[in-house]
């Protein structure tokens, strides 16, 4: 089975929670070994948040190799960017910015060091991750940089519907303007 390197998102966001629902599902289990990349005390109050510290516990992992992928306990590689006593939820800060940031990157070098064989990203802020200095515009160009990948788009993909974006985060306005010959047969090259 794959294991499926996931970041945990935004701390002060929605994505903590996100992630202990989905892994809530016994059926996650049977089809990848999921891994959180993220923080295992942020991700424990998200058990609570969500309803269910009595029946999932996490698990605090340095190291990929010490994962379980066990339903019912969630492996967390635990990066250690949040004080929990200056987190507040629902906020923007340049902490939960870099925090965000930094689950990005990290499971971006698990990929790439093939300790991790697909990754899955959770929401970040932007205004926060740009508060802490990272000026990008969204997971797909974080991705682009740190793998080095030059001619990037971002793809929606439902069964089997495909979407490919021709520009991503920018105004109607300029998303107009970029509707260019040149950039669809890229796009669609891609």
Not at 2 to 26: N, Q, R, V
């Amino acid at each position: 089975m794959k294991i499926i390197g996931i970041t945990m998102g935004d701390p002060a966001s929605i994505g903590p929670e996100i992630t202990a629902k989905a892994l809530s599902d016994p059926a996650v289990y049977k089809r990848c070994k999921p891994l959180v990349v993220g923080d295992a005390a942020v991700m424990e109050e998200a058990l609570k948040i969500t309803g269910l510290s009595g029946k999932l516990k996490i698990h605090k992992i340095g190291d990929v190799s010490e994962a379980l992928y066990e339903y019912g306990s969630i492996d967390v590689y635990d990066m250690g960017m949040v004080d929990m006593k200056e987190l507040k939820r629902g906020e923007v800060s340049a902490m939960a910015g870099n925090a965000a940031f930094q689950y990005v990157k990290k499971v971006i070098e698990l990929a790439m060091d093939k300790q991790v064989d697909a990754t899955v990203t959770n929401a970040l802020n932007k205004e926060a991750m740009n508060l802490a200095g990272h000026h990008y515009s969204g997971h797909t160009e974080i991705y682009a940089d740190y793998t080095g990948t030059k001619k990037y788009t971002m793809m929606l993909a439902h069964e089997n519907l495909r979407v490919v974006h021709v520009s991503t985060h920018v105004s109607l306005r300029e998303a107009c303007d970029r509707v260019k010959k040149d950039r669809v047969l890229e796009v669609i090259r891609i």
